[in-house]
């Protein structure tokens, strides 16, 4: 069959199951959207090429699947980076598609030009520059297969005018075979063995689920462990939902903004069995006494993590959902001890005292809406600051795939795309965007998006006229050198809303806030709410 490169593009996308698209078009990339027209692929036109990634994650995070996003040469591809290496550090499938000049005048700085896949290689997957038309079925078909197995993450094709434009016999590959990319699903049987009797040793176990068992799958599979050995768990900021938060044995968020049980209890541990987590440094703290008194197992799919950051006497290098069932097929047994009244006591003690009192608070805030949701079929959805990890600590998650953030590279103005994404990815979610006002003003254009695309997002916006995580680093680290963080331009929240539409309300007293929240969950249209807040409000640990 013949046909343009463009829509040998298209038609492969077709093949891969694609359904939605996040662009903005431009003159190198026009090929593309003409071939687009004879699809049955929608095209959502997004204001800015960096929302275009986010919402495709939001997108890939909420069905598993692929996201796709696409853009035009030079500035286009280039505003696609911060959203790529956002992907990229989370783990999330992307495939992005840029335009480039012809090939030709590649190398000789003609308009719009620059070299993407040189920028992006640090933290692609992999990427293409294509200069044949040939190849397109194949490179399509090879990012697909890339993105979405082993690791999970972004894969970039870019692709010159004038091979978009060249006609070819299109042959769609049967299969995808590439040298030297093999990922591991099977663990291996005798380390896996090794972590059997390193259970039965053990009398203080303690598990740290991190996004690798959602994007594996594994959810029923950890709760089945820590039932099994009676451990408890805590998760990594991206593994929130991989566990029940309100499950007896749930620890809550590790690490420097984590609970206080979460914490302690690794501390203590002797058994600590990592299952899909980088162990960043937000959650270990110091490596040199993270989890000091510990056995460490590490699972994960990709071997360069294991004993990145951390030391680990049992590694394995494998899909999370295939470890764990062949795990579970041991009689898992273990030491009986106090470790369970111990995990309580320290919950009892830390775990929100004093928080429950009627104020303007954001952990009462959260905590009351957490209360009053529909946590089967509500998405919650942050940016990053502060409210993001209030968010982690307060709002409790019971099923995967319903938190979304941006946690590894923490990138402002990643919430409102990624909720739209997470809406269009299923219609019948009730989706709702936690953001602080540093954050919405990054991509506070995609308001547009709403009306647009006839979306329902229900928008938290907590204003205290401040970048508040950076300021209270400068409080605790400068001495209270306060170097521009105060927000003293910002716009009347309210009334942008409505210039976009939506309506809007602020929350300006204590007993404002139940009605706010119940205006905000029952609204049958996207709404924003404004918390007026203090700007002295800290993220610490739960132990108000």
């Not at 009676?230 to 420097?256: E, N, R, Y």
């Not at 602020?506 to 139940?514: A, L, N, S, T």
Request: aromatic content about 6%.
């Amino acid at each position: 069959m013949r046909m343009t490169g463009a829509q040998a593009i298209i038609k492969s996308l077709e093949r891969n199951n694609v359904k939605v698209i996040f662009g903005y078009p431009g003159g190198a990339v026009l090929p593309l959207y003409d071939s687009l027209m004879d699809s049955s692929i929608k095209h959502v036109l997004v204001r800015q090429e960096q929302a275009a990634v986010h919402e495709a994650s939001g997108y890939a995070r909420i069905t598993g699947e692929v996201g796709v996003c696409m853009a035009t040469s030079g500035p286009g591809a280039t505003n696609l980076v911060t959203g790529i290496a956002t992907a990229y550090m989370d783990s999330i499938p992307i495939v992005a598609i840029t335009g480039q000049v012809p090939v030709e005048m590649i190398g000789r700085d003609v308009f719009q030009e620059v070299d993407i896949t040189g920028a992006t290689e640090p933290f692609c997957k992999h990427n293409y520059l294509v200069k044949d038309a040939r190849e397109l079925p194949r490179i399509i078909a090879e990012a697909f297969y890339i993105a979405s197995t082993g690791r999970p993450g972004p894969v970039l094709v870019d692709v010159p005018k004038d091979v978009a434009m060249e006609e070819i016999d299109y042959n769609y590959p049967d299969r995808v075979e590439l040298r030297g990319y093999k990922p591991t699903y099977a663990g291996h049987p005798l380390q896996i063995k090794r972590v059997a009797k390193a259970i039965e040793k053990c009398s203080r176990p303690v598990i740290c689920a991190g996004g690798g068992v959602i994007t594996s799958n594994a959810a029923d599979e950890i709760a089945q462990l820590s039932q099994r050995i009676k451990a408890p768990v805590a998760t990594t900021l991206m593994g929130i939902g991989a566990f029940p938060g309100d499950h007896p044995l749930s620890l809550g968020m590790l690490g420097q903004h984590g609970s206080y049980a979460a914490n302690r209890a690794v501390a203590m541990a002797d058994l600590l069995i990592v299952i899909g987590a980088r162990l960043g440094d937000r959650a270990t703290g110091s490596t040199d006494t993270f989890a000091a008194n510990a056995v460490i197992v590490h699972i994960d799919i990709d071997p360069a993590e294991i004993g990145k950051n951390v030391n680990t006497n049992i590694p394995i290098v494998g899909d999370v959902k295939c470890t764990l069932t062949e795990l579970l097929k041991y009689n898992l047994k273990r030491q009986d001890s106090d470790w369970l009244q111990d995990i309580k006591a320290w919950k009892d003690k830390y775990h929100h005292k004093g928080l429950f009192c009627r104020s303007l608070k954001p952990g009462y805030i959260l905590t009351r809406l957490s209360d009053k949701v529909d946590k089967d079929k509500t998405v919650l959805v942050t940016d990053v600051g502060q409210h993001q990890i209030w968010a982690g600590n307060y709002y409790t998650v019971k099923k995967p795939r319903t938190f979304l953030t941006s946690g590894g590279l923490g990138t402002m103005g990643y919430g409102l795309p990624a909720a739209i994404g997470a809406k269009l990815a299923d219609r019948n979610n009730e989706v709702i965007l936690v953001t602080g006002d540093g954050s919405l003003q990054m991509s506070l254009q995609e308001l547009a998006l709403l009306k647009q695309e006839d979306l329902v997002v229900k928008i938290l916006l907590f204003n205290n006229n401040a970048l508040g995580m950076v300021r209270e680093l400068q409080q605790q680290h400068y001495n209270c050198r306060y170097c521009q963080v105060h927000l003293t331009g910002n716009p009347d929240f309210c009334k942008l809303a409505e210039a976009y539409g939506l309506p809007a309300l602020r929350v300006d007293r204590e007993d404002e806030v139940d009605e706010a929240i119940d205006t905000l969950i029952n609204s049958k249209t996207s709404v924003l709410v404004e918390v007026k807040t203090d700007v002295n409000e800290k993220t610490s640990p739960c132990r108000v």
